[in-house]
């Protein structure tokens, strides 16, 4: 792909996309630029990733053909104030924030701007990101399939509305917070049962890894699954059946809604 990348802000998750994007060798070093404030931060994405540095916004902003505006939700209309007169016409800007909406963008620009809202998640680190993508109406289908194809080199994608967008965090952008949890709690238990932590912590992971590609690949509901682990009298009903008593589905949805409520006032 022949376009400049560039990074407002280069913290994990952004050094998660520049790690993706670069061992695709989608992008060439040469063609990537990210800003950070931190020298620690700039000495360390320059040293790792050999792209272009700097603490200047305004440098990214002229230097990039798609910019990624990778910083919390309070600070991008102060951002947007001070590169709007710095990129070109063409640009496409993204946005990796919760809450901020593609009217959002376009109001602190105070024009028509090419923009994507999307949502991915911290599994881009190791290449299985869930990224959501919502492009507003001045981008063509072209445009959208390179940032598209820019995201997959981290994560799978899903387009979506921008009326569904304030729902991405709680089922995808926050969840790993949620399974780190289930398999520190599995690995707890597993522990107490005398198994060393180290074994306890592979044995669980995996097995979350394992039932969550069950459902992807074999594209079964995933009550179904459960039932086929399930053995009349067996322990796997006996443990699932403590787990509805103790209101486990009913956390994980409290807990999604409170996300869901945290994400719009956000914006």
Do not use: W
């Not at 881009?124 to 959501?132: D, F, I, Q, T, Y």
């Not at 109406?137 to 080199?153: A, G, H, Y």
């Not at 209101?247 to 809604?257: D, K, N, S, T």
């Amino acid at each position: 792909m022949e376009k400049k990348i560039g990074f407002i802000g280069a913290g994990k998750m952004a050094q998660a996309m520049i790690e993706g994007i670069l061992k695709t060798n989608l992008i060439k070093t040469e063609n990537m630029m990210a800003s950070a404030i931190s020298e620690k931060t700039i000495d360390r994405i320059q040293t790792t990733y050999r792209i272009g540095v700097t603490n200047d916004n305004k440098e990214v902003a002229r230097f990039s053909d798609i910019l990624f505006l990778a910083v919390k939700p309070d600070l991008h209309s102060k951002i947007i104030e001070e590169i709007k007169s710095e990129i070109s016409q063409d640009v496409i800007i993204i946005t990796i924030a919760a809450g901020v909406t593609l009217a959002d963008i376009e109001r602190d620009f105070g024009y028509k701007i090419k923009s994507v809202r999307t949502m991915p998640n911290t599994p881009s680190l190791v290449g299985e990101g869930m990224s959501a993508i919502c492009p507003n109406e001045s981008m063509s289908e072209n445009e959208i399939l390179e940032v598209e194809k820019l995201f997959r080199t981290f994560s799978k994608t899903e387009r979506m509305d921008e009326k569904l967008m304030d729902a991405i965090p709680a089922i995808s952008g926050s969840s790993p917070a949620y399974v780190y949890m289930f398999i520190e709690a599995l690995a707890d238990g597993g522990v107490s049962q005398g198994i060393p932590r180290d074994k306890a912590y592979r044995l669980a992971a995996q097995a979350v890894l394992g039932a969550a590609k069950m459902v992807l690949e074999t594209e079964s509901h995933p009550g179904v699954l459960k039932d086929n682990v399930c053995t009349p009298g067996g322990a796997t009903i006996e443990a699932i059946s403590t787990l509805e008593k103790n209101q486990f589905r009913g956390a994980v949805l409290a807990a999604m809604e409170s996300c869901t409520k945290k994400v719009k006032s956000l914006g």
